[in-house]
Every structure is written in structure tokens, then in C-alpha cells.
């Protein structure tokens, strides 16, 4: 079964850092996703990606995120600046329409 | 803002027993929900779906009830087993063309052997 690959599966980084949050979606989906998810919270939606493009982004995705497709194969998600309340858990997600596939997920620790 | 919200953050059922797992929603404009299942370290794993247009849909051991008038949505296990324990949480899309999904609070359940 075809599955959305994340690497690295948790990563630890000092306030201030850039971090890329790495994802490989499912080859024949046109969506693609990012959700974060605070521990003991709910999953929330970040952004979405289609066709080469940003076609929707919460409050939470502010200029210090991007998001990038560079090669068709992956696609990633880019913290400029981090912070300790960046902490958490971010699932990558791709679809074709309502079909989801979301990764395992990168830990990420802001210390 | 409308969001989706669960009435019970823990359930615990005996194995064998059915387990009802209960959201509730708030945008009327909602029309496609979803439940999904997340086990510790992983990411959500689709159950089971539902349009607006429907009350119930069925799946193995699983079954999805929709009451558009009280804005509420349920998940209905059958025959619960160990390996059901898990985090559960609904999920809807209110329209738009990205297919994003607003999460739920979630259900942590617990199968006890």
C-alpha cells in the first residue's frame, strides 16, 4: 500500500534554528498537506499545497514557514526562526481529492 | 471561530464489549466527516467516512452515525479489541476546494483484556 514517507522521524533543534521537515508524498496525489498537532491537542491544519502552489494556509503559517515541492518528489516544510511553541508533532498528508494519506509524522523539540 | 469538539477526552471498555465514540460539530455548512485512528507515534489512519447526504454508513465492525439536526457524529465499534486502543478523532471539511480537514479534540480509548 502505497504510504507518505517523513524524515526525519523526530528532530531536536535550539530556538532560533532552521529546520526542514522533510516529506514524500504519495506519487499520483495532487494535494499536499501540512498539519502540526501540540501534544495532547488536536491535529491543526497548516497549509495546503496544489499545483506548484499555496492554495490555502491557517494563522498558525505565518512568514516564518514556507513550503517547497523542489524536485516533484518531495515536499517540505521550512521553520525559519524556531520556537519553543513550534514543538510538536507535524504530519505531512497527500490526496487525490478526499482519499488522505497522512505520514507517521516528525517529532519536532525546540529547546 | 466553529470548530469540532468531542464530549469525551477518555473511554475505557472491556474487550468484546461495543464502544461509542461521540463528536460534536458546529458548522452547519459541513459536508463530509471522517473519523480517524491514531496509535501512539503514528500518524491519523483513515476508519471511516461520511457525507452530509447520509445518517449512517457501515464498515467492518464499524458504523458512523450523522445527526445533522443536533450537529453531532458518532463512531460505533463493534466487538472492541485490544488493538483498538487508540486516539480517535473526527474530523470535517466545510466546502472549499483544498480538501482540508479541521480535527477534532479526540478520544483516547482503552480496551482492557
Known amino acids: 500500500e502505497p504510504e507518505v514517507t517523513q524524515t526525519p522521524s523526530h528532530q531536536v533543534t535550539q530556538m532560533g534554528q532552521e529546520v526542514i521537515l522533510r516529506c514524500v508524498p504519495i506519487?499520483?496525489?495532487?494535494?499536499f498537506y501540512w498539519y502540526r498537532q501540540i501534544l495532547g491537542q488536536k491535529v491543526e491544519f497548516l497549509v495546503s499545497f496544489y499545483n506548484n502552489e499555496i492554495s490555502e494556509k491557517s494563522e498558525i503559517f505565518d512568514d516564518q514557514f514556507s513550503v517547497e515541492r523542489p524536485d516533484g518528489s518531495n515536499f517540505t516544510l521550512k521553520i525559519r526562526s524556531t520556537k519553543l511553541e513550534d514543538s510538536a508533532m507535524y504530519f505531512c498528508?497527500?490526496?487525490?481529492?478526499?482519499?488522505?494519506?497522512f505520514g507517521s509524522g516528525t517529532r519536532l523539540t525546540v529547546v | 471561530g466553529e470548530s469540532v469538539g468531542l464530549h469525551l477526552p477518555t473511554l475505557s471498555v472491556q474487550e468484546g464489549d461495543n464502544s461509542i465514540i461521540n463528536c460534536a460539530y458546529s458548522n452547519s455548512a459541513s459536508d463530509y466527516f471522517i473519523w480517524y485512528k491514531q496509535e501512539s507515534g503514528k500518524g491519523p489512519q483513515f476508519i471511516i467516512d461520511i457525507r452530509s447526504n447520509m445518517d449512517k454508513r457501515q464498515g467492518q465492525r464499524v458504523t458512523v452515525l450523522l445527526n445533522k439536526t443536533v450537529k453531532h457524529l458518532s463512531l460505533q465499534i463493534a466487538a472492541t479489541q485490544p488493538g483498538d486502543s487508540a486516539v480517535y478523532f473526527c474530523a470535517e471539511n466545510y466546502g472549499g476546494s483544498n480538501y482540508k480537514l479541521t480535527f477534532g479534540k479526540g478520544t483516547l480509548l482503552t480496551v482492557n483484556p
Open positions: 506519487s499520483n496525489h495532487l494535494y
Open positions: 498528508a497527500s490526496s487525490s481529492g478526499w482519499t488522505y494519506t
